[in-house]
């Protein structure tokens, strides 16, 4: 088991077998955690560019935007900036599953659980740095800053570069990873 993905079950197992614990888990601020999801998303980026019939969608799938506009970014309140990354994810779990029931090629299937599991992960991740679960409205079509793509390609595509920017971005900035986060209060 590759050790973003392990250390991710070790929060959960821990989080699982002692809902009590006195203190909250330890933050995960280091971003090789994320590098490891975001290799293995280019894993199946790159098989996936490898199939052509037995890939396809079913429907178009709507995915977040990928693209960041810095200054709007660092503009954003943190709990905005949450909140637009957990709807990505949301969005990329939702595509990826449809993916998952509309691909027949078994190899294929292994790399999109994974993709699923590791977004499963990163959501643990997240909340280890105090970032607050956020659901989606029922609709799609309230969402902003998404678009539908056609095929299993462009859902990777869009699946890599949102770890890598945005992603990486809120978790970069986590108010828990910050070095005057620790420090007691004087």
């Not at 693209?67 to 990329?92: H, I, M, N, P, Y």
């Not at 920017?165 to 070095?179: D, E, I, N, T, V």
Request: charged share 20%.
């Amino acid at each position: 088991m590759d050790s973003p993905r392990l250390i991710a079950l070790l929060l959960i197992l821990l989080e699982w077998t002692h809902p009590s614990l006195p203190t909250p888990l330890r933050p995960i601020c280091d971003l090789r955690v994320l590098n490891g999801f975001i290799k293995e998303a280019r894993d199946a980026e790159v098989a996936m560019k490898s199939c052509r019939e037995e890939c396809s969608l079913t429907a178009s799938v709507t995915v977040p935007q990928t693209k960041v506009d810095f200054e709007v970014w660092e503009t954003k309140k943190a709990d905005e900036r949450s909140q637009e990354v957990q709807t990505g994810l949301w969005l990329l779990q939702r595509a990826l599953t449809l993916l998952r029931t509309s691909i027949t090629n078994t190899e294929l299937h292994s790399h999109v659980d994974n993709s699923i599991t590791n977004l499963q992960s990163i959501n643990a991740v997240l909340n280890s740095l105090n970032i607050q679960d956020y659901t989606p409205p029922d609709s799609i079509t309230d969402l902003d800053g998404t678009w539908s793509v056609t095929s299993a390609a462009e859902l990777l595509e869009v699946h890599v570069n949102f770890l890598r920017g945005k992603l990486r971005l809120l978790m970069q900035g986590a108010q828990a990873c910050q070095p005057d986060a620790h420090s007691p209060a004087g």
